[in-house]
């Protein structure tokens, strides 16, 4: 069903309203799955009864975590009441059981072993992922303009959320990024202060 009217009429609300790109991907794929779940009937032919069971299905035969039941209950939510207009009032459905697992964080040590690898823009992109706490999508879009070398701060336009932010920059890396921004400067054969840095 992947190109039906109704989907598409979707993608086009999601996207008028300033959903990010993820966000629209991730509703789609649940209002798709509860749709399926449901032998392909029309939303507007159910409401909270099938939201319930679709939900309670999630917890009960995919085992899925509390928040991948939770983003499943937007994704529907938002279907009924900003699409279809309708109320789903309590849904009482069965929760996901809220599994116990630790962080897996790289220790220093580790960190340390990846970077001795990796050399030259790799190095560079790694070690603002790891000092600036950047994702890999936000360091890949760094401009020359997002960087306050003097200020040690960098930041993240459009982040998570569609959230611009600042965030620390490492003075051992500044060397790295000059360089870096000056390769970029004369590879494109002048200056242009859009001109993405690490990427």
Avoid at 65 to 93: C, M, R, W
């Amino acid at each position: 069903m992947g190109k039906s009217p109704f989907l598409e009429a979707i993608r086009r609300d999601l996207r008028l309203r300033g959903y990010s790109m993820r966000t629209e991907r991730t509703y789609l794929h649940w209002i798709k799955r509860y749709i399926f779940y449901h032998q392909r009937r029309h939303p507007a032919e159910m409401g909270g009864a099938e939201v319930r069971g679709f939900l309670t299905s999630l917890a009960n035969d995919n085992g899925v975590s509390v928040n991948t039941q939770k983003t499943a209950l937007n994704a529907l939510a938002f279907l009924y009441h900003k699409i279809l207009g309708v109320e789903l009032g309590p849904l009482d459905f069965k929760h996901a059981r809220q599994h116990r697992r630790l962080p897996t964080v790289l220790t220093r040590a580790e960190v340390a072993a990846i970077l001795a690898q990796l050399s030259g823009r790799n190095w560079l992109i790694f070690s603002l992922l790891y000092g600036s706490g950047l994702r890999i999508a936000e360091c890949l879009r760094l401009r020359v303009k997002d960087m306050d070398l003097e200020g040690g701060t960098l930041t993240v336009v459009s982040g998570k959320g569609g959230k611009d932010r600042k965030t620390l920059l490492s003075a051992s890396l500044k060397p790295a990024l000059i360089q870096q921004v000056e390769a970029c400067l004369n590879s494109a054969g002048g200056s242009r202060s859009g001109r993405s840095a690490p990427g």
